[in-house]
């Protein structure tokens, strides 16, 4: 797993999100659409507006969405900040504390391809890659 469980939650809500092309959705349908608790959506959905990665309004016809500057600019990397430390990029995939180039692991070189495709997923856009691939999570 590259990913913890509530971030790749996270880059799935706003996968959806951005989908829904601005309307606002409310928790349940989210969380149903991602095959996820809605209690647990909602906590992460609540982390991702506090890191305003996506807007909300509250209320009788409220819910989440994405405003067209977060459709526009929104990349993984920002939704993973919220929820990642960052060290995937940087630890030894083995998690030793002295790891490089000099002083390998046994799979140091795999491991800097991996970190090179993470930096790569890191910067795709949720707007670009909204309609790749299935979108149903379950």
Excluded: W
Excluded at 1 to 15: D, G, L, N, P, V
């Amino acid at each position: 797993m590259i990913f913890s469980h509530s971030c790749q939650y996270a880059i799935k809500s706003c996968i959806y999100l951005a989908r829904k092309n601005g309307s606002k959705t409310d928790v349940v349908e989210i969380a149903a659409y991602i095959n996820s608790p809605a209690h647990f959506t909602s906590k992460i959905l609540q982390k991702l507006v506090k890191g305003n990665i996506i807007s909300s309004v509250k209320g009788r016809s409220g819910g989440f969405y994405l405003n067209n500057e977060q459709y526009q600019n929104l990349t993984v990397k920002e939704i993973c900040n919220i929820f990642e430390t960052g060290n995937q990029i940087v630890m030894c995939i083995l998690g030793l504390a002295e790891c490089n180039s000099k002083k390998p692991c046994p799979v140091h070189e795999i491991g800097v391809e991996i970190k090179e495709r993470i930096k790569q997923i890191y910067t795709l856009k949720i707007s670009e890659v909204k309609d790749i691939g299935c979108i149903k999570f379950s």
